[in-house]
RNA sequence: GCCCCCUUCGUCUAUCGGUCAGGACGCCAGGUUCUCAUCCUGGUAAGGUGGGUUCGACUCCCGCAGGGGGCGCCA
């Protein structure tokens, strides 16, 4: 058998250090065993998907080190690779269920299934979907159709029973029918939903061994329901476990940086991130801990993934970066600074803004050492000089945050706009609104240009350093408890929109 | 609330019934070093809990507890 295996990224944000550690997995598996590893790219939510983000996924895949076999770029004998240029694939196999009886199109509401979802929450049951138009007579939900009435296609879900499943890591799993919901495939824009597409592109491209998160596992009844509807075998699964926070909650964006860019921008080498990441979850039978992707597909052996939760430990990962950085030689290490971004094109950017702050040469270096670090030094008590009282600062730290995550690309125009609004909706004058920001982003309440500095820094790099200085107030008594942050977030959502 | 998964040092993990429970990160101590860092040496620290099965359980089975995930026209 030839082993395919894949990854499947839905492209609605920065490059995320799980799809990575996932990837990762799949990739060792399938050139372990001579096969190819695939990039299709998710993005059937029209409404979240980007391109931009689509190629940072791509680009951040690659500066990990994972070649994929076939992709949206590289093209390959299977494609289209991005869902979005598959629609008529699903549709037409939708009908294939409709046909045979595996689906049923629903016109149920959307304030409807919220009521529904809220009784249901009401009562303590499970929520779900209650099959209200699954026994629509065939005769009466065309006509409905013909009369243009919008609606979705929902899986047809057997009532008792219950589904014996394999993991390849767990064995046999059991989840009974009535507990699976009536997924909705097809929405009602035409798109499928993730069930959908992910099986029948799966199948199509030959995917044999589907290595994803364990998020997946409570979905593959729905899986397999689709599998057997459509007469297919199904791939062997293999569900990894989450990484996780400190904390020992799924790895999150407000806990812990999850961008790879993040850590691309922090200075980790990208044999290290994955030197790192196999680690988690992972052993080899020979007690290695230092080892090339390379080393890591020729040995690899997917019974021996742990199934426990592995935190995401900063510092560990630093420790192993460390060690690669030191067993450089000073030639080969320089070469990294510039490829890094220390570079001949970075202080060209930059030395024009210095230039007018500039007395000496010997100013440079200082000025712009901000740029280059991982975090800005500034006294504990900066943050507050500028004026603006703690806990108002908390408030404009968080929407600054929530802004900069929002926002569609990251431009001068868009990072002015940005402050601009806050300062606007605040009431505030920009030169009221900036200085902590200064010191946040630059470590310093006299620097280069702070917009300029973030465009730089980078959107990831810039939400880090506002991270740090949440953190630095909230050593000093100032934070929003968590209800306290969810009632400011949604005035937040009020006045900002969403 | 319901369903599913998981459970060895603080953290990542080894152990496939018999080990002084090993390694790595962290932390502590000592050595090397003009300082510091590196590097070297040593130390610290673990089988959630209650029952079984067995001559013998970290390892197999069951209960409990704890943790995590899922329950969207998001993936």
Sequence with gaps: MNVRTRIAPSPTGSPHIGTAYIALFNYAFAKHHGGEFILRI????QARSTRASEQAILDALKWVGLRWDEGPDTGGPLGPYRQSERTSIYQEHSRTLVANGAAYPCFCTAERLADL?????????????????????????????????????????????????????????????????????LKADGFPTYHLANVVDDHLMKITHVIRGEEWIN????????????????????????????????????????????YQRAGILPEALINYLGLLAYSFEDDREHFTLDEMAAAFDIKRIGLGGPIFDIQKLQAFNARHLREMSPTELLSRFKTW??????????????????NQLSDLV??????????????????????????????????????????????????????????????????????????????????????DSMLILGRDMTLRRIQYALENLDSQGFALKKDKLKEFEKDYHAKYGL
């Design 42 to 45: 998710e993005d059937t939510d």
């Design 117 to 185: 979802r809220r009784t249901q929450a009401a009562q303590g049951g499970q929520p779900g979907y209650d099959g209200r138009c699954a026994t629509l007579s065939a005769g009466e939900a065309s006509k409905r159709i013909q009369a243009g009435e919008e609606h979705v296609l929902r899986l047809r879900v057997p009532a008792e029973g219950e589904c014996v499943m394999q993991d390849g890591l767990r064995g046999e799993v059991r989840i009974p029918w009535n507990k699976v919901d009536h997924q909705v495939l």
């Design 219 to 262: 979905s593959l009844p729905k899986h397999l329901l689709l599998y057997q509807a459509f007469g297919w075998t199904p791939p062997e699964f293999f569900h990894l476990p989450l990484l996780r926070n400190p904390d020992k909650s799924k790895l999150s964006k407000r806990k812990n940086p999850v961008s790879i860019l993040y």
């Design 341 to 358: 971004g220390l570079n001949e094109q970075a202080w060209l950017r930059i030395i024009p803004m210095a230039q007018p702050r500039l």
């Design 366 to 451: 200082p000025l712009a050492a901000y740029l280059f670090a991982d975090r800005p030094a500034y006294a504990p008590t900066a943050l507050l000089a500028g004026g603006v009282d703690g806990a108002r600062l908390v408030q404009l730290l968080r929407i600054a945050q929530w802004e900069v995550e929002k926002a569609a690309d990251w431009t001068f125009e868009g990072i002015k706009q940005i402050f601009g609004q806050i300062a606007e909706k605040e009431n505030m004058k920009l030169k009221q609104l900036l200085p902590p920001f200064f010191i946040a982003i630059t470590g310093a309440a006299v620097s280069l240009p702070v917009f």
